[in-house]
């Protein structure tokens, strides 16, 4: 697992976060024009609120786009859940002399809600990987 950094900015944030949702925050990236929050196991119902109440005052306090995502201890459901609401199909992990890789197959529909605008929401699937699963390489395959 890597060592993770946040700045004051990133630490008010994720207070901010805290305070209206209720939910614990274990990680924040800040990818431009997304902030992007990892919280506990069991409390992404909390994160999003009755109907995305909580996402919605989040996303008005900060003026960006929100993405929340669930951690889970267990390495493959913790990249199941980085892909949620999108479907994951199928799921390998392997282990080389390079490092960890992952191959994630999901639908062909679902191709471009996985990857978000711009490619800011794989980016940071790929960095929650890495962070917390030791994933070098994290690809998708459309099926």
């Known amino acids: 697992m890597s060592k993770i950094r946040l700045s004051t900015d990133d630490i008010k944030h994720i207070t901010l976060f805290e305070s209206l949702t209720g939910a614990k925050v274990k990680d924040f990236l800040n990818e431009g024009h997304d902030m992007c929050f990892l919280v506990n ?10 109907k995305g ?3 919605e005052k989040v996303r008005k306090a900060l003026s960006k786009n929100v993405l929340i995502f669930e951690y ?3 390495e493959e459901q913790f990249i199941k859940n980085l892909f949620t609401p999108v479907e994951v199909h199928g799921l390998s992990i392997a282990k080389t002399s390079g490092g960890t890789s992952a191959v994630v197959e999901i639908s062909r529909e679902d191709r471009n809600r996985a990857i978000g605008a711009g490619g800011n929401r794989i980016k940071a699937i790929k960095t929650l990987a890495k962070r917390h699963c030791d994933i070098e390489d994290l690809n998708l395959r459309a099926i």
Do not use: P
Request: glycine residues 18%; negative net charge.
């Open 41 to 50: 196991t069991g409390e992404m119902g909390l994160a999003i609120g009755k």
């Open 53 to 55: 109440s909580n996402v």
């Open 72 to 74: 889970n201890a267990d």
